[in-house]
């Protein structure tokens, strides 16, 4: 409102000074009005503003596209205020469904307003630090903005799927028992071997067909011990590669991918923990349980996909941070130059999964029906499709994602293979 | 509701010129004044505040005109007065629409024309009664006045601009 101020005084000013050049009173007196406005827009602006501002959310935690209620109280404590245009300001990705955050209200002294609102949002965590409001006095020469602080904080956590199991095969277990195949003999589900009768073998584990081909010794049926294992994920969040178009981004499938994962891995009792590869290295150590869950939901619900000119390729990937012949489980749409970084890391003995949202795909969606990009995408599956069988032939595990169908469909194909030491390509 | 009253208040402002400007064989600034109308009103329909500010200046800059080529007459200061009038309207209407709530904006707008009413009945009354005193003075006192008005002035928008925080 400076502006206007500046404005009506150089116009009262003016005519003041081009009534007493030319010694007419009507120019006199035209300025007048604006002199009474700009005196009146002072006098009547408000002296002391104390107003209390309280914040309730519904729920606190929940997911993409389930409403959260927001009340909104205020309680003046002054004087009586009139035109206060309070704005409960809300973030980008945040959007109301239902009411408004934005009101016109007049607050006698000790009186109190609410309102309600219902927004929806995106993934991410958001903090609703303050409470904007405009006072204009009745005449509005001045337009004044207060921020008052409030608290308030609501996370959306990724969406996730349940899944029943996601079949690994890492070459070292853990003590515990748990559902990942140890690759050794001992109490257990699926057949292992057979080895010589040991004393205290239960009658029922006896061989009887090997037992019979050697008449003086008995053979008895060992079974693949299952224990919890240590699961490495990694959410590949460098921007060059997370294309992005309009309010979209192949990095939200990444998060989807990485939250199902390792709701699904923590079910299962392994011992997990998260590094996002991006702008810089965020590290969740391992840990097991429904507060290893939270944890990494957290992380999930803040992360953004970000530059860095040290984190730009593959090739700088901590992996001491995971233990020696763990499970890594890569999520990234994939460049050629990660293939090389991939299979050293396979061939210094871990065992990696890697789960790649299709970018071809979700690119597909926003590209014009035309010859030439028809062509184009034809040359970028054959691309991709050569990248991922490089990957399957250095024993890598390979889940390519077309993110136009859901992430639970396509990882139930992984846990259909028994025969989990062989690469799986699902194109 | 505001925005009728905009308009009226508009079609006032720059209507008495217009007129003023026919009757004394100017049709030509008639003519200009109708555009002014045509475009401040297109202008509110569109949010455009930069407007309001060019039609204020140039609305008064009409208005002064008008008072040194015609005889002095007090439809001008009725005019100026309705024309800051119609451009603090104006401002008001841009407030309502930054809220998205209607509910309240009734009584806002009933509120915000009272004092509109009280704020045109004082200036027109103030305008009106400083027409009216003649006073004699050499030219000395004459400098005085022009001086002290000037210091005035600068005090009370320095006052302002201290307490707008800028």
Not at chain 1, 20 to 35: C, G, H, K, Q, W
Request: glycine residues 6%; aromatic residues 12%; hydrophobic residues 45%.
């Amino acid at each position: 409102m400076k502006k206007s101020i500046y404005l009506l005084s150089l116009i009262s000013f003016c005519l003041i000074f081009a009534g007493l050049l030319t010694l007419n009173p009507i120019l006199i007196s035209m300025a007048i009005p604006f002199v009474i406005y700009l005196f009146c827009g002072q006098i009547t602006f408000p002296v002391k503003v104390d107003l209390v501002f309280t914040r309730s959310l519904s729920i606190e935690r929940t997911f993409p596209g389930l409403p959260v209620d927001i009340t909104v109280w205020v309680h003046n404590s002054g004087s009586s205020l009139k035109d206060l245009l309070v704005d409960d300001l809300l973030p980008d990705r945040l959007s109301v469904e239902h009411g408004s955050q934005r009101h016109i209200i007049n607050l006698k002294h000790g009186e109190t307003v609410q309102w309600k609102y219902t927004v929806k949002g995106k993934r991410g965590s958001y903090n609703f630090d303050s409470i904007q409001v405009s006072f204009r006095p009745l005449l509005g020469i001045k337009n004044e903005k207060t921020h008052f602080p409030t608290k308030g904080k609501l996370m959306i956590f990724p969406e996730i799927t349940n899944i029943k199991r996601v079949a690994i095969h890492p070459h070292r277990t853990r003590v515990y028992s748990g559902e990942v195949p140890a690759r050794s003999g001992g109490t257990g589900v699926n057949f292992f071997g057979v080895r010589k009768y040991q004393s205290g073998d239960p009658l029922n584990a006896i061989n009887w067909q090997a037992s019979a081909r050697h008449p003086y010794d008995l053979f008895t049926n060992e079974y693949e011990k299952e224990r919890v294992a240590d699961v490495g994920i990694i959410l590949d969040g460098r921007e060059r590669i997370n294309i992005s178009n309009q309010d979209d981004s192949i990095f939200e499938y990444s998060v989807v991918a990485a939250a199902t994962l390792s709701n699904a891995f923590l079910n299962q009792g392994d011992r997990v923990g998260l590094l996002h590869y991006g702008k810089f290295l965020d590290w969740t150590f391992p840990g097991y349980g429904k507060i290893q869950r939270e944890r990494i939901f957290r992380v999930l619900t803040a992360v953004e996909p970000g530059h860095s000119l040290v984190f730009s390729y593959l090739e700088y990937l901590p992996t001491r941070l995971f233990p020696a012949g763990s499970q890594l489980v890569l999520i990234s749409p994939l460049t050629q130059e990660d293939s090389q970084v991939l299979l050293q890391i396979r061939a210094i003995g871990y065992r990696i999964l890697v789960i790649s949202p299709d970018p071809i795909s979700f690119e597909k969606r926003y590209l014009p029906t035309s010859s030439s990009s028809h062509l184009a995408l034809r040359i970028l599956t054959v691309e991709r499709e050569l990248l991922l069988r490089k990957l399957v032939r250095g024993g890598i595990q390979v889940v390519n994602w077309n993110v136009n169908e859901p992430f639970d469909k396509v990882v139930a194909t992984l846990g259909r293979s028994h025969i989990l030491h062989s690469s799986v390509v699902v194109v | 509701m505001s925005v009728l009253v905009f308009r009226l208040l508009a079609l006032i402002s720059l209507s008495i010129p217009a007129v003023l400007f026919w009757h004394t064989g100017f049709p030509i600034y008639s003519f200009f004044s109708a555009a002014i109308l045509t475009f401040w009103i297109y202008s509110q329909n569109r949010g455009w505040q930069w407007s309001n500010h060019m039609v204020l200046v140039v609305g008064v800059a009409l208005n002064a005109f008008s008072a040194l080529l015609i005889n002095p007459h007090l439809w001008i200061l009725f005019s100026t007065t309705f024309l800051l009038i119609s451009w603090d309207y104006f401002n008001y209407l841009l407030f309502l629409k930054k809220a998205d709530s209607k509910d309240k904006i009734l009584k806002s707008e009933k509120q915000h024309f009272l004092n509109i009413s009280l704020f045109i009945g004082a200036a027109v009354g103030m305008s009106t009664f400083s027409v009216f005193i003649e006073l004699k003075t050499t030219f000395l006192i004459s400098i005085i006045l022009v001086i002290l008005t000037t210091i005035g002035l600068l005090q009370l928008f320095r006052w302002l601009k201290i307490s707008t925080g800028n």
